[in-house]
T-cell receptor, first 117, second 115 residues
Framework: AQTVTQSQPEMSVQEAETVTLSCTYD???????LFWYKQPPSRQMILVIR??????QNATENRFSVNFQKAAKSFSLKISDSQLGDAAMYFC??????????????FGTGTLLAVQP | GAVVSQHPSWVICKSGTSVKIECRSL??????MFWYRQFPKQSLMLMAT?????????EQGVEKDKFLINHASLTLSTLTVTSAHPEDSSFYIC???????????FGPGTRLTVL
């Protein structure tokens, strides 16, 4: 069964500092995608970053970057220069590419990130 | 682009009544829509996958007679909670995908409170 594990229920970071959120997943598939979603207090799900499993290069989006270790099945998110607006619940998610639009997202349990001024 | 809306954003109803939640893709055609349920401080739980013009596929443990899903067009899917009870109170989120895109676009969610 495919599972996504986020071992840090809560994290805290000082404004302008860097924080890393952990995520591991379990799968026997070779073609899949990994995502980090942010859910602020408004509860709107916002895509932060995505990584295709076939790409060796780690994805980056401005202050957000990932450390994708395929052999270890690890997909951590690094937030640099943390801002107050980064405070939110962060979900790691995994999607197997079966070639259709019905591919399901498997979510982790989430990490609640607090940013201290 | 890729905006998904939900209506209503919140609803309060009496026990025993039915409530309909709409999910619309505003600027793209969504061949597949997904419905999730989220309890406070928990992750999203997939309830069902909805394909335009066909019956929804429900996840194990989700009552299909309680949660009726209709995907009538490429831009609209509805979730009807029938004979709602207080335990159905939750936050319901929909998402939509475009053909050949391995990404889901999420609606803002609907908070349902059943008294």
């Amino acid at each position: 069964a495919q599972t996504v594990t986020q071992s840090q229920p809560e994290m805290s970071v000082q404004e302008a500092e860097t924080v890393t959120l952990s995520c591991t997943y379990d799968t026997s598939e070779s073609d899949y995608y990994l995502f980090w979603y942010k859910q602020p207090p408004s509860r709107q799900m916002i895509l932060v970053i995505r990584q295709e499993a076939y790409k060796q290069q780690n994805a980056t989006e401005n202050r957000f970057s990932v450390n994708f270790q395929k052999a270890a099945k690890s997909f951590s998110l690094k937030i640099s220069d943390s801002q107050l607006g980064d405070a939110a619940m962060y979900f790691c998610a995994y999607l197997i590419n079966y070639g259709g639009a019905t591919n399901k997202l498997i979510f982790g349990t989430g990490t609640l990130l607090a940013v201290q001024p | 682009g890729a905006v998904v809306s939900q209506h209503p954003s919140w609803v309060i109803c009496k026990s025993g009544t039915s409530v309909k939640i709409e999910c619309r893709s505003l600027d793209f055609q969504a061949t597949t829509m997904f419905w999730y349920r989220q309890f406070p401080k928990q992750s999203l739980m997939l309830m069902a996958t909805s394909n335009e013009g066909s019956k929804a596929t429900y996840e194990q443990g989700v009552e299909k007679d309680k949660f009726l899903i209709n995907h009538a067009s490429l831009t609209l899917s509805t979730l009807t909670v029938t004979s709602a009870h207080p335990e159905d109170s939750s936050f319901y989120i929909c998402s939509a995908t475009r053909p050949r895109y391995n990404e889901q676009f999420f609606g803002p969610g609907t908070r349902l409170t059943v008294l």
